[in-house]
C-alpha cells in the first residue's frame, strides 16, 4: 500500500507544468533594519519628525495641504502646508505664522538617531514654536515616494542590457510601496515577492518565479539578475533612473517606464 501511494505522489508531481510552477527563491529575509513608512506614504506625508525631551512628532503633507505638530507638553498645531524653501548645501525649511507668532522649521542634513526607538534618519530638524526649541531627527520622503514605478533593466554589473533575438524582453520590477510587494519578470520567468524600502536602503525578498526553460544566454543574466536582488542593496533615483548600489558601487541601473 506504501508503494503504491508513493508511486501517485511521484505521479502528480510530475504532471506539474513547469511554466506555471512557482518556486521561492534564494532571496532570504536578512535583518536590515529598514523603517517602515508605508503608513505616511499612504497618506500622501512628504516630511516626518520627532524628538524628545519632551516627546513630539510632525508630519507635513503638501497633497493635503496640512502640517501637523504635536508635542507631550500640550503645545499643538494643525495648519496649512507652508511652502518647502530649499538651500543649496541640501537643508531644508517651512515657516509659518500661527496665533502665538510663527513656528519655523529647519531640516539640516546630517545622520541622526532617534535615542529611543534607535532608528535613523537623515535630518536633523530643529523645530521653534511658542518660543520654545524642538530638537529631533526627520525624513524627507520624496526619493522613496520615486520609487513606486515600473522599472526596467539597462545595466548589470557595468555591462549594458538590450533586448535580442533570444532577450526581446528585459528584466523588469513594479515596485508598490503602499503594498511591500514586487512584481515583474527575470526577461524570461515572472517574479514577485516581498520588498521593503526607506530612505535609502532596499530590501527584496522572499521571492517566487516561474520556471519556464530559458535559452542560455537569457538563463545566465536571469540567474545574474536574481543573485543581485538577494543582496542587501542601497538606492537612487533620480532624472528617471533608479540606480541600485552595494557597498556604494552601483551595481544595476534601471530605466522608468512612461
Request: net charge positive; with cysteine; hydrophobic share 35%.
Amino acid at each position: 500500500m506504501r508503494i503504491f501511494l508513493f508511486g501517485l505522489l511521484l505521479l502528480a508531481t510530475g504532471c506539474r507544468r513547469p511554466s506555471t510552477q512557482f518556486a521561492a527563491m534564494m532571496t532570504p529575509t536578512n535583518q536590515l533594519q529598514i523603517a517602515d513608512y508605508t503608513n505616511n506614504l499612504k497618506a500622501g506625508d512628504d516630511v516626518v519628525a520627532v524628538g524628545n525631551d519632551p516627546s513630539w512628532s510632525l508630519t507635513i503633507n503638501p497633497s493635503k495641504g496640512t502640517m501637523r505638530f504635536k508635542a507631550m507638553n500640550g503645545d499643538s498645531l494643525n495648519t496649512t502646508a507652508p511652502e518647502r524653501q530649499n538651500d543649496s548645501d541640501g537643508t531644508f525649511r517651512y515657516s509659518a505664522p500661527v496665533e502665538s507668532g510663527h513656528i519655523n522649521i529647519l531640516f539640516r542634513p546630517d545622520s541622526c538617531v532617534n535615542k529611543l526607538s534607535g532608528q535613523r534618519y537623515d535630518y536633523r530638524v530643529e523645530v521653534d514654536y511658542k518660543g520654545k526649541n524642538y530638537v529631533g531627527c526627520g525624513v524627507s520622503l520624496r526619493q522613496l515616494a520615486l520609487l513606486q514605478d515600473i522599472w526596467v533593466l539597462t545595466s548589470l554589473q557595468d555591462q549594458p542590457i538590450t533586448a535580442n533575438r533570444n532577450n526581446n524582453e528585459l528584466p523588469r520590477l513594479e515596485i508598490s510601496l503602499t503594498e511591500n510587494r514586487v512584481t515583474g519578470t527575470t526577461g524570461c520567468n515572472r517574479l514577485s515577492g516581498q520588498m521593503k524600502a526607506d530612505t535609502r536602503q532596499i530590501l527584496f525578498g522572499p521571492l517566487a518565479t516561474t520556471r519556464m526553460a530559458c535559452p542560455a544566454e537569457v538563463g545566465a543574466l536571469e540567474s545574474r539578475f536574481i543573485s543581485e536582488l538577494n543582496t542587501a542593496l542601497t538606492y537612487q533615483v533620480a532624472e528617471g533612473r533608479l540606480t541600485l548600489l552595494r557597498s556604494g558601487k552601483p551595481i544595476m541601473t534601471f530605466r522608468k517606464v512612461d
